[in-house]
């Protein structure tokens, strides 16, 4: 599933491509918006709040979507089109005039509104570590909110620190010596909280760290815990442990991260 920085770098990505440029051709396909035409407006910007992408547009409109577990973007060059086999899925098609086209493709959100309403849409996010607004006491507040919670719950729910997935709240954990079913009133939360806001930050900005956690860049070495069930600790040796299913396992090591 895609985390904030994922969704963070689309942003730039879509950024440099569309923004500034008038639309040939804007189609929405999906039964709410079916005869939405987009056409003839300018893209001003793309914006993010934790997993939530936010398209907006000349004329006061937002594109408000979400990647969810299928969900992805492309861009084509002017002329070209996504594959015959993937056009059944495309839910978004921008096309620039005289420029590329921008396809979303499974995209499980799709929702046009208002751009004075996009609280409606993203209002319920806790601070986001990627945006200007980004407010860490707050974000601390939020997760320290329910003492009983565990602690990899507390910092995964979106409306306590929006854009924490799978890999970094289980890596963070571990990084900060936490037991992921520890409850919320025995960790401390403010160094964690400020852990998770600067390994995001440092993933969504530097392209070679992107989603890696030990600085080690080859398959099956970038990461402390995730995808690590059953394999030895690169810190202690332990045996890392595995519970759950994908996309919402959880991993730890019994002994970097006793309970």
């Not at 547009?57 to 086999?85: E, I, N």
């Not at 620039?96 to 509104?113: E, K, M, R, Y």
Request: charged letters at 25%.
């Amino acid at each position: 599933m895609p985390e904030g920085d994922s969704v963070f770098r689309l942003a730039a990505r879509l950024r440099a491509a569309l923004d500034g440029g008038v639309l040939a051709a804007g189609e929405l396909r999906v039964p709410q918006h079916a005869r939405a035409d987009l056409s003839g407006r300018t893209l001003t910007a793309h914006e993010t709040h934790g997993k939530h992408l936010l398209q907006r547009f000349s004329g006061g409109l937002t594109l408000h979507t979400h990647l969810r577990l299928d969900g992805s973007w492309t861009v084509t060059r002017p002329g070209r089109a996504v594959p015959a086999r993937v056009r059944p899925d495309v839910r978004v098609r921008l096309a620039l005039v005289d420029g590329p086209t921008a396809w979303g493709i499974s995209l499980p959100i799709v929702q046009l509104l208002a751009t004075r309403d996009e609280a409606e849409a993203v209002g319920f996010l806790g601070p986001d570590p990627l945006r200007d607004d980004w407010d860490e006491a707050e974000a601390v507040r939020r997760v320290g909110s329910d003492p009983r919670r565990p602690v990899l719950e507390a910092i995964r729910d979106q409306r306590n620190l929006a854009g924490l997935g799978n890999l970094w709240v289980n890596e963070v954990c571990f990084l900060r010596g936490v037991h992921p079913d520890a409850p919320v009133a025995d960790v401390d939360v403010e160094p964690l909280v400020r852990l998770a806001a600067r390994a995001l930050r440092h993933s969504a900005t530097t392209p070679e760290a992107y989603q890696v956690t030990t600085g080690d860049r080859r398959r099956g070495e970038q990461h402390w815990v995730v995808g690590r069930a059953s394999r030895p600790c690169k810190r202690c040796g332990t045996l890392v442990v595995g519970r759950g299913r994908h996309p919402g396992r959880t991993y730890w090591c019994p002994r970097c991260q006793p309970r």
